[in-house]
Nanobody, 123 residues
């Protein structure tokens, strides 16, 4: 069975930083691309970033460029999302998802999903 588990969310002040982790099991991470999505209250789930099997990243949201970065450590079956200079608009549930490639920013572009971790940016 293929599973993804997110962790690292929490409450931070504006301008703060957070590092999210996505641990995968049941499949070899080096064969999959992994994307991070987020969903703010009352909003649609949106793709944020994706990392492909070469380590290349794709940004789907312009507002996070220069603030968020994605990385992978295949030996530990873990993908990370580094969140810097956080803003209140970054608040939401962050999900990781796996697919064969970084081919889009829609939910249906990814086959396997974690349960999400809450990120709240507030003073």
């Amino acid at each position: 069975q293929l599973q993804l588990v997110e962790s690292g969310g929490g409450l931070v002040q504006p301008g703060g930083s957070l590092r999210l982790s996505c641990v995968v099991s049941g499949f070899s991470l080096d064969l999959y691309a992994v994307a991070w999505f987020r969903q703010a209250p009352g909003k649609e789930r949106e793709g944020v970033l994706c990392i492909d099997i070469t380590g290349g990243s794709t940004y789907y949201v312009d507002s996070v460029k220069g603030r968020f970065s994605i990385s992978r450590m295949n030996a530990k079956s873990t993908v990370y999302l580094q969140l810097n200079s956080l803003k209140p608009d970054d608040t939401g549930v962050y999900y990781c998802a796996a697919a064969w490639g970084c081919n889009g920013a829609r939910r249906d572009d990814y086959d396997f999903w974690g349960q999400g971790t809450q990120v709240t940016v507030s003073a």
